[in-house]
């Protein structure tokens, strides 16, 4: 598993992963914060289209918007090199990503992932439903804490 020698999760890979998750909103983006390997990632929610100018990256380009009472994040330019899940399951440059979110109630964040990849998949790759809990005071569970793959740590080989 590429994740061993400190190689990024991935988009959904890490949404659906263990780790916590924190949301933080301003006037014109949404804030993703991930206690694997502390990644964070910006959702844009001014209106701008997808960059068409930046090289593919781990976690892509993002953007969101609203549709009724349901927040819609699309993201696209990936590179190859993560997995869309623990089992190892590919995906190529050319996919993209939808979250839905919806806010079931006060304490609960409803999320439904649709992945399509015309050059892997013949269809939408659609993940199981996630839930996310709304933690009142996070500093009890102490916040997100630091968690940084070191590669010098893992004693294995950087993969190609």
Avoid at 3 to 17: K, N, Q, V
Avoid at 59 to 84: C, I, M, P, Q
Avoid at 99 to 117: C, S
Wanted: proline share 7%.
């Amino acid at each position: 598993d590429y994740a061993g020698s400190c190689m990024p999760f991935g988009w959904s890979r890490t949404l659906y992963g263990p780790h916590p998750i924190m949301f933080m909103q301003d006037n014109d983006k949404l804030v993703m914060l991930a206690e694997q390997n502390n990644w964070f990632t910006l959702v844009y929610t001014d209106g701008r289209p997808h960059d068409k100018e930046l090289p593919p990256t781990w976690y892509g380009d993002t953007v969101g918007r609203w549709e009724g009472d349901t927040f819609v994040v699309n993201s696209n330019n990936f590179n190859d090199a993560t997995w869309l899940d623990q089992y190892g399951s590919p995906h190529s440059d050319q996919m993209t990503v939808e979250e839905r979110y919806r806010r079931v109630d006060h304490d609960h964040l409803e999320m439904i992932l649709n992945i399509t990849d015309p050059q892997t998949y013949v269809g939408t790759w659609q993940g199981d439903k996630k839930i996310f809990q709304r933690v009142e005071n996070p500093s009890e569970f102490n916040d997100l804490p630091e968690d940084i793959c070191v590669w010098s740590d893992t004693k294995r080989e950087i993969p190609e």
